[in-house]
């Protein structure tokens, strides 16, 4: 039993799940409800974004007992229906934030997926062809998203929920050929101006699992195949704790 000195939150990103995943699932979540006071699902929920792979995640998390707080990956976009998928989810209770922030046992979250252009100095600029602006402008509104949804929370705890990586830290594994492709330091810049307890992403399968910001916060990379892959004997999810917000006692 947990005593509310502390929130356990269960963070997991990439489920893809599909049809074929009908059944599945359910183990894990149940596995997650047990460990943990909340659930944290960072994008790429469905694998294609269908209507028919959004339905089947919601059966599955018909069985889950805590809050669900997620954000959609680029998966969730791959056959343009992602508010349909959000509006199928947001039925089976799940609390998708796109720039939006939620409150959840006193802790703070501000989700947004987030956007590719690369890292530090090698981050793609506002330059030259009208393609490459928008691309870069795409990353850019992801953060303003970011930073909204941070303002809004005056908790003392909070935590920050991406689908892409806000720093080059958590990505390292993947081919470094792939590295633009799967996050921006555009992301972290909120994070240094509205500081989080630490960070949870996806996106970046065969990444690193955590990392810092340059303000020193801790960001876990959850995606699913990345934790099978280093914890094979362990559900995979991340567990992370919070201490809970104190109690004002009465007449306080
Ligand atoms: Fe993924
Ligand atoms: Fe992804």
New binding site residues.
Partial sequence: MNDRKEVRFAAVG?LHCNEASAGTLRGFFAQACEAADALLLC??LTDYGTPKEAKVLADELSIVSVPVIAVL???DYECNVADEVRRTLQGAGVQVLDGEAVEVHGIGIAGAKGFAGGFGRASLGSWGEGAIKQFVNEAVQEAFKLESALAKLRTPHRIALL?YAPIAGTVQGEPPEIYAFLGSSRLEDPLLRYPVDMVVH??AHRGALQGRTMGGTPVYNVAKPLLQRTFPDQPPFRLLRLPAQAQIAPGA
């Fill in positions: 990439d994008g790429d990956g680029n998966h689908h996806g996106h």
